[in-house]
């Protein structure tokens, strides 16, 4: 699949962000990430399933930042809103194939903290995480920075 392929199913619209919203954008899924690794440090109190959390909605934000800066958006009425973003940034950031795949088994977890019975996180998982996500913020900042 493809975004034109995304947008023919009605997932995703084309769509006008100026600079300054896409800066902004990233500048949140930074300070997010920030304060979850900050918290994982111990300088902060959170437990491993709240800090996997930050670290998701880091990654859910630079993805929308990789969207918004090709001018694109997931449409709201998409079902699926994060399944979505996280597969059309992948079209996108293409070098980070196995990482995107990991992001993906990363939001049905998260989903399961949120709206199911999961309750705990191993600290293995939460490294592989914090790695999977300063690559792609990387890779994001270097596409928004051209």
Same mark, same amino acid.
């Not at 100026?18 to 990233?26: A, C, G, P, T």
């Not at 990789?66 to 001018?71: E, Q, R, T, V």
């Not at 600290?123 to 914090?130: D, N, R, S």
């Not at 792609?136 to 928004?144: E, G, S, T």
């Given at each position: 699949?493809?975004?034109?392929?995304?947008?023919?199913?009605?997932?995703?619209?084309?769509?006008?962000?100026?600079?300054?919203?896409?800066?902004?954008?990233?500048?949140?899924?930074?300070?997010? &990430?920030?304060?979850?690794? =900050?918290?994982? *440090?111990?300088?902060?109190?959170? +437990? %491993?399933?709240?800090?996997? #959390?930050?670290?998701?909605?880091?990654?859910?934000?630079?993805?929308?930042?990789?969207?918004?800066?090709?001018?694109?958006?997931?449409?709201?009425?998409?079902?699926?809103?994060?399944?979505?973003?996280?597969?059309?940034?992948?079209?996108?950031?293409?070098?980070?194939?196995?990482? &995107?795949?990991?992001?993906? =088994?990363?939001? *049905?977890?998260?989903?399961?903290? +949120? %709206?199911?019975?999961?309750? #705990?996180?191993?600290?293995?998982?939460?490294?592989?995480?914090?790695?999977?996500?300063?690559?792609?913020?990387?890779?994001?900042?270097?596409?928004?920075?051209?």
């Amino acid at each position: 699949m493809s975004l034109n392929q995304l947008q023919e199913n009605n997932q995703i619209e084309k769509f006008y962000f100026s600079k300054e919203e896409v800066v902004d954008r990233f500048s949140k899924a930074v300070r997010v &990430f920030n304060f979850a690794v =900050k918290n994982m *440090k111990g300088e902060g109190d959170g +437990d %491993y399933d709240i800090i996997y #959390s930050n670290i998701y909605d880091s990654i859910r934000l630079a993805c929308e930042t990789i969207l918004w800066h090709a001018g694109f958006r997931v449409k709201k009425s998409s079902e699926g809103f994060h399944f979505i973003t996280i597969n059309a940034a992948s079209y996108i950031l293409i070098n980070l194939e196995n990482e &995107f795949r990991r992001l993906q =088994k990363m939001r *049905k977890k998260r989903n399961l903290f +949120d %709206y199911g019975n999961l309750s #705990s996180i191993s600290g293995t998982e939460l490294k592989q995480a914090v790695l999977d996500a300063k690559k792609l913020l990387l890779a994001v900042k270097k596409k928004i920075s051209k």
